[in-house]
């Protein structure tokens, strides 16, 4: 893409999925993987004007910046789209120190075993006092 170009020539294939399709949200320098988000075509617009990551709220039906409430924003340093075009993997700093509304680093806090369930992190905030 040259710097004169507003919009990639690739899009993602928003039709194949019903409108939405999964974004994998990665650290830029630790590789973590952080959360699972949607996007439909607002929100990839959008991602692509701001540079930061803004999903669709499945939830609440509505766009939203990572961070909007609990300012940790995420900066999009990298956009990588899959072979079938219906996969995004957002690579991002992460500002602040969870990407997860639990208060955790990252969405992917339980390891599954044979026999049990094993928390792999604990909170790094109190999620009442953030989100209402």
């Given at each position: 893409m040259s710097s004169s170009d507003s919009q990639p020539a690739l899009i993602p294939n928003f039709k194949k999925l019903g409108g939405l399709i999964p974004v994998i949200t990665q650290d830029y320098s630790s590789g973590d993987v952080l959360m699972?988000?949607?996007m439909n075509l607002a929100a990839w617009n959008a991602t692509l004007?701001?540079?930061k990551a803004v999903y669709w709220s499945?939830?609440?039906?509505?766009?939203w910046e990572k961070g909007e409430?609990?300012?940790?924003?995420?900066?999009v340093?990298?956009?990588l789209l899959d072979c079938d075009l219906d996969t995004v993997l957002l690579k991002v700093e992460q500002l602040g120190d969870a990407a997860c509304h639990t208060?955790?680093?990252s969405?992917?806090?339980?390891?599954i075993t044979r026999h049990s369930v094993e928390i792999v992190s604990e909170p790094l905030f109190d999620p009442e006092d953030v989100y209402d």
């Open positions: 699972l988000g949607w004007e701001r540079r499945r939830t609440h039906q509505k766009l409430l609990s300012d940790r924003t995420q900066l340093k990298e956009i208060g955790r680093r969405c992917f806090y339980q390891r």
